[in-house]
């Protein structure tokens, strides 16, 4: 859907969609869309500029950081966003940000497409990492193996043979204590 600056300048464009997965690039394969993107939202024009605001809520597969086991997690995220035509944007090499200035966006040409503000609202809705339960004991770093679901078999060794004095202070340390 095309929020076209002339429309909007006519009347608000109320908007109740649902993606199915696969129909947003989300620009990356870090996890899967599970269920439709559900988006109740509201496009005007404010002084200018294209305000989108609303509600977006779909579910996804993520791998575990730890693990890398799929996780499901429900993305639901409230957005109020401005965009500013990009000839507005002043063209001088460095420019003092204020911080009202961080929270506008810019748009090339007649306006922009509803898709890329959702797909970057569930990308920021994302957590930074996901983990599949709390106590997540994730994989062997020297066989791979998911130890959660079974043993490792790995000798460990000191990773330094110069610290083997230090082991032997160590163990000495604790039977004594």
Known sequence: MFLDIKELAVRKLRIRKSYPPGSLDFRTEEFQQLDPLEVHATAELVDGQIRVHGHLATRLELAC?????????????????????????????????????????????????????????????????VICQSDCRGLCPHCGVNLNLEACHCETHPADPRLTSLVRLKQDWFKKH
Do not use: H, W
């Open 65 to 129: 950081a730890r693990c890398l086991e799929p996780v499901i997690e429900e993305v639901a995220r409230d957005f109020d966003l401005y965009y500013a035509p990009l000839a507005t944007m002043p063209r001088e090499e460095e420019v003092a940000l204020k911080p009202a200035d961080t929270e506008l966006a810019f748009f090339d040409g007649d306006g922009l497409f509803l898709a890329d503000v959702l797909a970057e609202q569930v990308n920021l809705a994302i957590p930074m990492k």
